[in-house]
């Protein structure tokens, strides 16, 4: 499975963008991830194909909202109210087999099996 990422650009703080990552295949979930200059990748959220349920880190909860669209294979993330501090490369990932349905499983970066190249996000102050 490919992923392609896209969507990222320069934004001032408060501001929104959408970032979409397209599937060249099915599979069981989709994440996205960040990583901030001199920092660890770390979770943002992710959602499960069939269902639809989401999963958020808490900075994000309320900014963020993962999607899906199954027709296109196509993931997003609505990302608004954006701050300095969400200045990343976002990365998709996919999860191939099956997750336990919590947030602890879906956040963990070895639950992927695919990941995409990665989009930039900066957030200006």
């Known amino acids: 499975v490919q992923l392609q990422a896209s969507g990222g650009g320069l934004v001032q703080a408060g501001g929104s963008l959408r970032l979409s990552c397209v599937a060249s295949g099915r599979t069981y979930a989709m994440g996205w991830f960040r990583q901030a200059p001199g920092k660890e990748r770390e979770y943002v959220a992710a959602i499960k194909w069939s269902s639809g349920s989401t999963y958020y880190v808490n900075s994000v909860k309320g900014r963020f909202t993962i999607s899906r669209d199954n027709a296109k294979n196509t993931v997003y993330l609505q990302m608004n109210s954006l701050k300095p501090e969400d200045t990343a490369v976002y990365y998709c990932?996919?999860?191939?087999?099956?997750?336990?349905?919590?947030?602890?499983?879906?956040?963990?970066?070895?639950?992927?099996?695919?990941w995409g190249q990665g989009t930039l996000v900066t957030v200006s102050s």
């Open positions: 990932a996919a999860a191939r087999t099956t997750l336990i349905s919590s947030t602890y499983y879906y956040s963990r970066s070895s639950s992927y099996d695919y």
